[in-house]
């Protein structure tokens, strides 16, 4: 199964594949693909609460590196909130459950585990640009999970 065909209808991107849509600079990858093969397939996609804050983070940090230009910064920012990303809440059950991955994936920080929480939760398809965390999913057995690349 190709990374564009999703196994159902919902799914979650972390902040990874949002910037690599909004800033093509910082990526070698076609992923706005993605985004119109996701689109007319009706998919919806979900974020963890703590997306807006890991992009709006990374937006800033272009803008501070001088990779892009403070007003290319608010336009991406822009970008962002017209992905139209489904953003849920974190509830401690999803802060157990971030953690219980994070353990599961030997990981000292659970950032990208509420990605994982959150798919599983849906019963989505997970896709990153993080290919060290795709993998280590995978190597567990995950079958919902994709590096966007592939």
């Known amino acids: 199964m190709s990374s564009s065909s999703p196994t159902s209808a919902t799914i979650v991107i972390d902040a990874s594949v949002a910037i690599w849509a909004i800033l093509p600079v910082m990526s070698t990858v076609d992923v706005i693909s993605h985004f119109v093969t996701w689109r007319q ?9 703590l997306w807006l804050a890991e992009c709006t983070s990374v937006i800033r940090r272009a803008v501070h590196s001088n990779i892009i230009q403070s007003k290319e910064g608010l336009i991406a920012l822009e970008d962002l909130f017209a992905l139209d990303a489904v953003v849920t809440p974190t509830t401690a059950q999803h802060c157990r459950m971030a953690y219980a991955w994070a353990e599961r994936l030997a990981q000292a920080k659970a950032y990208d585990s509420f990605y994982l929480a959150l798919a ?23 079958g919902w999970v994709y590096w966007i690349d592939k």
């Open 41 to 49: 397939a009706n998919c919806e996609i979900h974020v963890p609460s």
């Open 120 to 142: 599983e939760e849906l019963g989505a398809t997970f896709f990153t640009a993080d290919k060290r965390l795709a993998n280590s999913a995978q190597q567990l057995g995950v």
